[in-house]
């Protein structure tokens, strides 16, 4: 059984289109992740939540700790948002990280 | 402030080999996290380091090890690879482990 479920798993969006991708998760956490991974491999963490929501620049991130359920929003996307995007759950018991399997994001011009 | 660094990027081992890889984090990170990225698995814990000890421990043999020195830098070492272990390895550093993690470019190892 997979602690972090993704959806979608595959989303292709046109430029400018708002974009949401979900999280749900089966364990109790500490803080919950989102990252971003570009082809080639590196990783950039965009947000770490543990309540309410969060803002930078056209992204926002959201958790609902009650529905142990979080989404990630691309306002106005663009190519460049092309991506890897990964949720990922901190446990404080045992220092863990748990990884969703990713959502893998095209956005055509 | 530097990133975090890992050393080699790529790699080309043979199966029942060894291998070492490398990871220097952000100067003042104390925590140092490994990670298997695999396509069939996704990103897989291996085991975190912080002030020299190993704190936590993924779901992986024993073939699978790793130490950090006083400098925080640390190092994990694969022993008698198998084709399996062919992936992405990456390393992230914290301040404390569960601080927003930075992540390095990875390693990439394939065996043959």
């Known amino acids: 059984k997979n602690e972090v479920e993704q959806s979608p798993q595959n989303l292709t969006a046109q430029e400018g289109e708002f974009i949401t991708i979900n999280c749900s998760y089966s364990?109790?956490?500490?803080?919950l992740h989102w990252l971003q991974q570009h082809p080639g491999g590196g990783i950039v963490s965009l947000f770490m939540?543990?309540?309410g929501k969060k803002k930078h620049g056209r992204l926002i991130a959201t958790i609902n700790i009650q529905e142990k359920h979080s989404s990630l929003h691309i306002t106005a996307s663009h190519p460049r948002d092309s991506a890897v995007y990964i949720c990922?759950?901190?446990?404080?018991?045992?220092?863990?990280?748990?990884f969703g399997t990713g959502t893998s994001l095209t956005v055509i011009p | 402030k530097a990133g975090v660094t890992q050393t080699p990027r790529y790699l080309i081992k043979t199966r029942g080999q060894q291998v070492t890889l490398s990871c220097s984090p952000i100067?003042?990170?104390?925590?140092v996290s490994w990670y298997q990225q695999t396509p069939g698995q996704g990103l897989q814990f291996l085991f975190e380091?912080?002030?020299?000890?190993?704190?936590n421990k993924g779901n992986f043999p024993g073939r699978f090890s790793g130490r950090q020195f006083s400098n925080s830098r640390s190092e994990m070492n694969v022993s008698t690879l198998e084709l399996g272990d062919s992936a992405l390895y990456l390393c992230?550093?914290?301040?404390?482990?569960?601080?927003?993690?930075?992540f390095g470019p990875g390693t990439r190892l394939t065996v043959l």
């Open positions: 939540l543990s309540s």
């Open positions: 100067s003042g990170h104390r925590s």
């Open positions: 380091y912080f002030s020299e000890t190993q704190r």
């Open positions: 992230a550093s914290s301040l404390m482990g569960y601080n927003e993690q930075f």
């Open positions: 364990v109790g956490i500490s803080a």
């Open positions: 990922s759950l901190h446990r404080g018991t045992g220092n863990q990280f748990y």
